[in-house]
């Protein structure tokens, strides 16, 4: 191969039906970054010492597709005896359009599943699996077929097939073999409980406990609170606390804005090369998502839902999100097709109270959500483990007199609580120094309390002095 072979683009090849060969690959690094890849248009490999050769050895034209592996034990299309089975969940198929060459990186012409595509029995957890036709073993094209083909998969005769075993009551032989010492990280995704979210997130158990039934009961929420609360920081652990791992395919995360609108949200009408066209919103394609996998929890979440004109971005869906209308069915503005909001999606909104250029959530609205309100936690157990941790004179120092002037914000009725400084403002990501805390007065704090006293130079000027007398002695 040439190098301008190597560096040209292609198109991908139109007929899937005869699809021979393809890459499964992980999307997998620390966190599920499967959107990033497909808004980007390319695939990396997130190994510096591995799978090197093999990516390089991949050809523009070739098929791709980004799994993830895990195991599954209710609700299966088949009878396993009660016990877990092996998933393999296709969520984007594609054409490489570019290998850089370095191991690392492909340009990648992807197209998004809405739904993933749920292959069972057999899989490989390695992040990069080569799977190719071969006359000796027809799984490999079953796969393909079900892949590129939409070729439905035949569980019968997988569950009959010598690698099954008697673990499901037939025979037994275990799954295609890995390569020694390869690190599986795509089998699973990080568990996540509880005991994780009271480490993260500083709220007490029983507030913890009370949030949760909150968000199962009513299945909508907002977290409201001043800023720096740690409210989108805590929606995220929420919903990985009640689904019991860190994956982020059962999470969407959007943000509100003055402009956003229904056909945004939920559907209308998109210029295309040959006119308009009906194009579905992250909120319609998300509910059709967790419609079609009604054995797990989906969590919608919204940030700055009050930046947005509510009543108009909902529409219709304002009657279907109630909790007792889940199931429901209607016909929507820009369809003929019923539509309804699955009983196991969630939602989430996060509204900041210290705004006070946005409009207060309206009542129609209200009334379908319940407010979960966020404090600073500067007094609570995990902050106070945090101060012991990094154990600095001058961090304390700060910590004092943040709480000094949110008792002047919380006085001043032209504020109060909603406008107090939040705890993450002062949550370092490594260690603390002078820098780190001169930086932390300078950027942060002294524009915010700016902000709230523009108009009294008495109390800015208190509150400047106090900030900056932190460090006035170094």
């Excluded at 088949?78 to 290998?99: L, P, R």
């Excluded at 995220?236 to 059962?250: C, N, T, W």
């Excluded at 309390?449 to 000027?461: A, L, P, Q």
């Amino acid at each position: 191969m040439t190098t301008s072979e190597l560096y040209s683009s292609v198109e991908p090849a139109p007929d899937n039906s005869k699809v021979k060969l393809c890459w499964y690959v992980g999307a997998y690094q620390d966190t599920d970054i499967t959107e990033y890849f497909l808004e980007e248009g390319i695939w990396e490999n997130g190994y510096d010492d591995k799978y090197i050769d093999l990516v390089n050895s991949i050809q523009i034209g070739d098929k791709i597709a980004i799994k993830s592996s895990y195991n599954q034990q209710k609700n299966l299309p088949f009878d396993a005896g009660n016990k877990k089975v092996s998933v393999m969940a296709v969520k984007a198929i594609g054409t490489v359009t570019k290998n850089y060459g370095n191991g690392k990186k492909l340009n990648v012409e992807w197209e998004k599943l809405d739904n993933p595509k749920k292959w069972f029995l057999f899989r490989s957890m390695l992040t990069v699996w080569k799977v190719e036709s071969q006359p000796d073993d027809w799984r490999y094209q079953a796969l393909l077929d079900f892949t590129f083909a939409d070729k439905p998969q035949d569980y019968e005769q997988f569950l009959h097939h010598s690698h099954r075993g008697e673990k499901y009551g037939i025979r037994e032989e275990p799954n295609p073999p890995e390569e020694e010492g390869e690190e599986q990280q795509d089998a699973s995704y990080p568990s996540y409980n509880e005991n994780d979210f009271l480490r993260d997130v500083f709220i007490s158990e029983e507030k913890y406990l009370a949030l949760r039934n909150l968000l199962l009961r009513k299945k909508n929420i907002i977290l409201s609170g001043p800023p720096g609360v740690g409210k989108t920081f805590s929606a995220k652990r929420l919903a990985y606390s009640i689904i019991g791992r860190k994956d982020e395919q059962f999470l969407k995360t959007i943000q509100f804005h003055q402009n956003y609108s229904y056909e945004d949200f939920i559907q209308g009408y998109r210029p295309t090369d040959n006119g308009f066209k009906i194009i579905d919103g992250p909120f319609y394609k998300f509910c059709k998502k967790a419609e079609a996998d009604p054995e797990n929890r989906y969590f919608f979440i919204i940030d700055e839902i009050n930046r947005g004109n509510l009543s108009k971005i909902f529409g219709e869906l304002l009657m279907l999100i109630e909790a007792d209308k889940r199931g429901d069915e209607i016909k929507i503005l820009y369809s003929d097709i019923p539509f309804s909001v699955p009983k196991n999606l969630y939602l989430i909104g996060m509204m900041n109270t210290a705004d006070r250029s946005l409009a207060m959530i309206d009542y129609a609205l209200r009334r379908r959500f319940s407010f979960f309100e966020f404090e600073p936690a500067f007094d609570s157990e995990g902050f106070e483990r945090l101060k012991i941790l990094h154990d600095n004179e001058d961090y304390n120092k700060l910590i004092s007199e943040v709480k000094f002037i949110n008792e002047m914000i919380q006085n001043d009725s032209s504020l109060g609580d909603g406008c107090a400084i939040g705890h993450s403002f002062l949550c370092p990501d490594g260690k603390i120094d002078e820098e780190w805390i001169g930086s932390v007065i300078e950027y942060d704090l002294i524009p915010l309390v700016k902000e709230y006293w523009f108009d009294n130079k008495t109390n800015f000027d208190v509150c400047c002095q106090r900030l900056q007398s932190v460090l006035s002695n170094k």
